[in-house]
């Protein structure tokens, strides 16, 4: 698909993990190719853990156009003798939305479960009548990652997928953030190396339908024009805690307005930053 052709839907799903649209040269570059071999990374971190499940209800304009889930689980599984988790989103139409533009999308990532890095990526997308599918297995021992289309890209190392990007964003430390500054997560998507630019705005507390939250601000850094006319078009909300969970993403696009907003999370690690 590339970015060339991107969905409303997409654009909620991104910007509710966090994640921005503006690809920029990347300084150095990755390694030659070859037969080194890389050490992988330990990164300590307790955000999350196997059984936390997150749902979202997208709303397109005033209507209620979706739902999507993100659920992390254990697998058996292991790289290397690594242990792994595993990752599932999916995304699906609701009523009356689906007789003008039925989506079904699943999204699954197995990461490295010491590290925070992904070994294998699976998206399946069906959006109003289009489908594709992407399988990339990630070899991070090599800084390669391996496409369904039988070719080898070179990457930095412990990159990321789309999935697996929203996972290790909340392994950060943002204790110290001061407004303007800019956390960047290099991530391979669509085919391409994506560095993901986020910019802290600030602290500050927000009303959904199901409570109050204390949050962080920050602004996905975009390309203008393409989807979005500024910067201030996109803005997600993340709980003020040691879960860091997007409980609001909001985004104005060429083609209207869309919201993502939490509805329902379970199994999370810390007491989330809810007020009475």
Not at 110 to 116: P, S
Not at 177 to 182: L, M, V, W
Not at 243 to 259: T, W
Request: proline share 5%; with cysteine; hydrophobic share 40%.
């Amino acid at each position: 698909m590339g970015m060339k052709r991107i969905s409303p839907w997409i654009v909620a799903s991104l910007a509710v993990l966090g994640l921005g649209f503006a690809p920029q040269e990347l300084g150095g570059g990755p390694p030659e190719p070859g037969s080194a071999v890389y050490g992988l990374r330990e990164l300590p971190h307790n955000a999350f853990r196997a059984g936390e499940k997150l749902t979202y209800v997208v709303h397109y304009g005033f209507v209620d156009a979706g739902e999507a889930v993100v659920e992390l689980k254990e697998t058996d599984r292991t790289m290397n003798g690594r242990p792994l988790m595993k990752a599932v989103g999916v995304g699906r139409s609701l009523g009356a939305f689906n007789l003008f533009y039925k989506v079904d999308d699943y999204y699954e990532s197995v990461f490295d479960k010491q590290g925070v890095f992904p070994w294998a990526f699976v998206r399946r997308v069906s959006e109003g009548g289009y489908e594709f599918s992407q399988d990339y297995v990630y070899l991070q021992h090599r800084h390669q990652v391996k496409t369904q289309k039988e070719q080898t890209h070179e990457v930095p190392a412990h990159v990321q997928d789309m999935l697996s990007a929203f996972y290790y964003a909340r392994t950060l430390d943002y204790a110290n953030a001061k407004p303007g500054d800019e956390f960047v997560i290099q991530t391979f998507l669509d085919d391409e190396l994506w560095p993901l630019r986020m910019k802290f705005i600030g602290r500050e507390t927000i009303k959904l339908r199901n409570g109050k939250y204390r949050c962080m601000k920050f602004q996905p850094i975009v390309q203008e024009g393409r989807i979005f006319k500024t910067n201030d078009d996109l803005n997600v909300w993340v709980t003020d805690d040691g879960n860091r969970i997007p409980v609001l993403a909001k985004a104005k696009v060429l083609v209207g307005s869309i919201k993502m907003e939490l509805s329902g999370y379970e199994g999370l690690v810390h007491p989330i930053a809810k007020l009475d």
